[in-house]
């Protein structure tokens, strides 16, 4: 957050920097009032201080062209004077000024600050915390201040009861206390939490100390906290940490959320929702080494739809995409959890079911042609052609040899007519 200070003299310009950056904002420095209205119509401040007069203009006049303004008329400002008579002030505040301050009172422009700040970046905050901690005056005060804030804090002075209630939940975050009730202290918490599986293991974790051991520090570091902070605590630092942990969570959570969609988007088909034939001819190959390796058996059905280019011709695209979908939800609800079911051409489709033979296929193949042929997406007769092969135990090139026993046995399928099963026989 950045605030504009706009004030004629540069050395209250530095005194004024000084009691504003102490409360935690960032700061720009001009020295009239047109200089400061073309600056904010093209970089975005927080909040604005202004002197009660300026070469061009004064205080009021300023806040008056400010509200004028749409794109600055919610900004905040500040007057910071040496005028204390009352009309004066009232006149300010007419004009849309939102705060005056005595030009000695920087203690109390430095409080301001702090919580401008405090508000703006709690505004923008939410999360659930985990928070163990066994002095009840600490954490009363702990709570206040982050649920103000709009967090979810679940508190907890025992360890153990801490730990069962984050293997129970989602947090963004964990506070422990280095010192704790019960047979887990903090630094237990911490190997316990690092320890689990999954995602849980990766929570940020900031914990407190009334020790300010630089030893101590280190090895909790190192045993994977993220943050430390020692006691007494001080509100402001503890929740721009706080901030600041949960906000690279959400960031690092979203970034892995949209790589995990990106990678989805890379092994699907967007219209059937199966895998797609790179993702198929990618993973076959380790799949069937370790067939052959482990002897395990293993089947590869070809689904060819019969006359897929007359339906397209005669009843459309979107006839022929709807084929398409309800096809592909027939050999979905055909297999298990291991099998993989892929688009492999335009109207042809793939099973690889590991742990299934020859005569599992084919009955499995015998099913999925008659579903098809139930089907009549939009009242069209539709039909598929299969072909069945199952992986030779002596097979060099694994899923070279398995495809091609498969493809080939449903050309055959084809050749003797629409609506057929072709099993591979070696």
């Known amino acids: 957050m950045e605030g504009l200070i706009v004030e004629p003299s540069r050395t209250y310009q530095k005194l004024l920097s000084t009691a504003i950056e102490s409360g935690g904002l960032g700061t720009k420095q001009v020295s009239t009032g047109g200089e400061a209205l073309s600056l904010l119509k093209t970089q975005p401040f927080d909040l604005v201080f202004i002197a009660t007069h300026l070469q061009d203009m004064d205080g009021p006049m300023f806040s008056s062209q400010l509200r004028a303004d749409s794109r600055t008329r919610q900004i905040p400002l500040v007057m910071i004077t040496a005028n204390d008579d009352k009309q004066f002030q009232d006149e300010a505040f007419s004009a849309g000024v939102t705060e005056i301050f005595s030009k000695h009172e920087l203690d109390k422009i430095t409080s301001y600050t702090v919580q401008f700040s405090r508000k703006r970046c709690c505004k923008a905050m939410s999360g659930r ?6 002095s009840s005056p600490a954490a009363a005060t702990v709570i206040s201040l982050l649920t103000d804030c709009g967090y979810t804090v679940d508190h907890f002075s025992n360890g153990e009861e801490g730990l069962h209630a984050f293997q129970d939940n989602d947090y963004d975050l964990v506070l422990a206390d280095t010192l704790l009730k019960g047979r887990l202290n903090g630094q237990a918490i911490v190997k316990a939490i690092r320890g689990l599986e999954g995602e849980q ?3 940020p974790l900031l914990v407190f100390s009334v020790l300010d051991d630089a030893t101590r520090k280190v090895e909790l570091l190192r045993s994977g906290v993220n ?3 020692s006691k007494p605590l001080i509100q402001e630092e503890l929740l721009a940490r706080v901030n600041t942990l949960i906000s690279n969570k959400k960031l690092s959570s ?7 969609q990106m990678h989805e988007l890379a092994m699907k088909d967007p219209l059937t929702g199966l895998y797609n034939r790179h993702f198929l001819l990618e993973t076959a190959p380790s799949k069937l080494s370790e067939a052959v390796r482990h002897s395990i058996p293993c089947s590869l059905i070809m689904i060819d739809i019969d006359q897929f280019k007359f339906i397209n011709e005669k009843f459309g695209l979107a006839s022929g995409d709807k084929v398409l979908k309800e096809i592909a939800a027939v050999l979905t609800g055909s297999i298990r959890r291991e099998d ?3 688009r492999y051409g335009e109207e042809e489709f793939a099973l ?3 742990h299934c033979d020859i005569s599992g296929a084919v009955s499995i193949a015998g099913k999925i042609r008659q579903s098809i042929e139930n089907l009549q997406p939009s009242g069209i007769n539709v039909t598929a052609s299969l072909g069945v092969a ?3 135990s002596n097979a060099c090139n694994g899923f070279t040899e398995l495809l091609k026993a498969a493809t080939e046995a449903v050309d055959r399928a084809k050749s003797g007519g629409p609506n057929h099963v072709f099993v591979h026989r070696s």
């Open 254 to 260: 979203k970034a892995i959320s949209q790589l995990a």
């Open 340 to 342: 993989i079911a892929a």
């Open 201 to 203: 293991k990766n929570v």
């Open 129 to 134: 915390i985990l928070y163990l901690e066994d």
């Open 352 to 354: 690889l079911l590991p």
């Open 227 to 229: 943050d430390y902070v």
């Open 390 to 392: 199952e992986l030779q």
